[in-house]
């Protein structure tokens, strides 16, 4: 596994600021983001194969049988999931790939990739968060508080993963992000150490 890139995990309630962040990350060439797969409708100016590949429930169901996720979950009355053939091909190619999913995937993917690292997006509060959410929002109030809620259940199962990391301030967060990964990148059991004898 030394030359395989990271598995990047990155999870938080929405109005954290994942997208942003990961959208900084991926600009590094050696930084991908899975595109996941989802059988809800598309949303806007949403394309298919750019935000997801948008799937009808048998097209997913097939995938599930074919064993083409690395993780799946139901959210809202919809699937989601990883597809697993172009995160493998990217980590072999050394790449780090980075997976933006919810916690029930997250913790999927902890049990059979236990190697991989997984990242939560914290707002600095619950105040700051029902700001932001307001602020960005067309949502209508019901939507609003589903979401506020949904934050809370999320936040409640931040302490699974292995970093928490708030984000008082983007550029300060991709920081940290980044010192996260440069770090995870230096551990000992990644070293080959018998190619350096040999
Ligand atoms: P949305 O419908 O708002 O785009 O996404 C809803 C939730 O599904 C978000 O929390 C998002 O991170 C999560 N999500 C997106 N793709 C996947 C995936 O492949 N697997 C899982 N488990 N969650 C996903």
Same mark, same amino acid.
């Given at each position: 596994?030394?030359?395989?890139g ?8 929405? =109005? ?7 959208g900084?990350?991926?600009?590094d060439d050696?930084v991908e983001?899975?595109?996941s797969a989802t059988t809800?409708?598309p949303?806007?100016t949403?394309? !298919?194969g750019?935000e997801?590949?948008?799937l009808t429930r ?8 074919? #064993? =083409?996720f ?6 809202v =009355? ?8 172009q ?6 190619? =050394?790449? !780090?790939?980075i997976?933006e999913i919810?916690v029930?995937g997250c913790?999927?993917i ?5 190697e991989?690292i997984?990242i939560?997006?914290m707002p ?7 700001h ?5 929002a067309? #949502?209508?109030?019901?939507s609003?508080l589903k979401?506020?809620?949904?934050a809370?259940?999320?936040?409640s199962?931040?302490r699974?993963? #292995? ?6 301030g983007?550029?300060?967060?991709i ?9 995870e990148k230096?551990?000992?059991d990644?070293? !080959?150490v018998s190619?350096m004898l040999?």
């Amino acid at each position: 596994m030394e030359h395989n890139g990271l598995l990047v995990v990155i999870s938080g309630p929405a =109005g954290a600021g994942k997208g942003t962040v990961v959208g900084e990350l991926i600009k590094d060439d050696n930084v991908e983001v899975s595109i996941s797969a989802t059988t809800r409708a598309p949303r806007g100016t949403e394309k !298919d194969g750019v935000e997801y590949h948008f799937l009808t429930r048998e097209q997913f169901q097939q995938m599930i049988k074919q #064993d =083409g996720f690395l993780e799946y979950a139901e959210y809202v =009355g919809n699937y989601y999931g990883s597809p697993k053939k172009q995160a493998e091909l990217w980590m072999a190619q =050394g790449k !780090d790939v980075i997976l933006e999913i919810e916690v029930q995937g997250c913790k999927k993917i902890k049990e059979n990739n236990p190697e991989c690292i997984s990242i939560f997006i914290m707002p600095p509060s619950m105040e700051v968060l029902e700001h932001r959410l307001r602020k960005r929002a067309t #949502d209508s109030e019901e939507s609003i508080l589903k979401r506020l809620s949904r934050a809370r259940e999320e936040i409640s199962l931040a302490r699974d993963y #292995d970093y928490i990391i708030v984000n008082d301030g983007l550029s300060e967060c991709i920081a940290d992000v980044k010192t996260v990964l440069k770090a995870e990148k230096l551990r000992a059991d990644r070293f !080959d150490v018998s190619e350096m004898l040999s």
